[in-house]
């Protein structure tokens, strides 16, 4: 399935906090097939946290861009219903047509591997929701 993908803030600008986590200077904003994802200015990531067994298959600089929109989708920045699904399919299509461009085959590993081990950290965060 063909996306139209358009991010419309300048690339990412971030500071190195102690933790080796990164917080944003200037909000990321994508537009993916006429929704608007907003990362807001501030907001703290870890950029793409995979499963070791997955890690072999997946350049991270490649997808740093889609960490930052996929841990905005867990922590529910964007809207409330989005389902972790959703959160995974959209860390694999930022990847692949982000500004450093996954192949398809580092995309849908990665994509595997939140499948298979997203689940810590979503359930994690629907329990802090409460």
């Known amino acids: 399935m063909k996306h139209l993908i358009l991010r ?5 600008s971030v500071d190195v906090l102690d933790d080796g986590r990164r ?16 990362v807001p200015s501030g ?6 946290s995979l ?5 072999p298959f997946v350049r991270f600089d490649r997808v ?3 960490g930052v929109v ?7 920045c964007f809207h409330s219903n989005m389902t972790r699904s ?11 047509h982000g500004p450093n461009g996954a192949n398809r085959f580092q995309a849908w590993s990665g994509y595997f591997g939140l499948r298979a081990g997203g689940w810590v950290t ?7 929701d409460k």
């Open 64 to 66: 740093d861009y889609a």
């Open 23 to 38: 917080m944003l200077k200037r909000a990321l904003i994508y537009r993916i097939d006429g929704v608007q994802y907003v």
């Open 43 to 48: 907001f703290i990531t870890d950029y793409s």
């Open 70 to 76: 996929h841990d905005c989708a867990y922590k529910t």
């Open 8 to 12: 419309e803030s300048a690339g990412l």
């Open 51 to 55: 499963p070791a067994l997955y890690r």
């Open 86 to 96: 959703q959160a995974d399919t959209l860390w694999r299509v930022v990847a692949m």
């Open 122 to 128: 979503w359930n994690k965060y629907r329990k802090a």
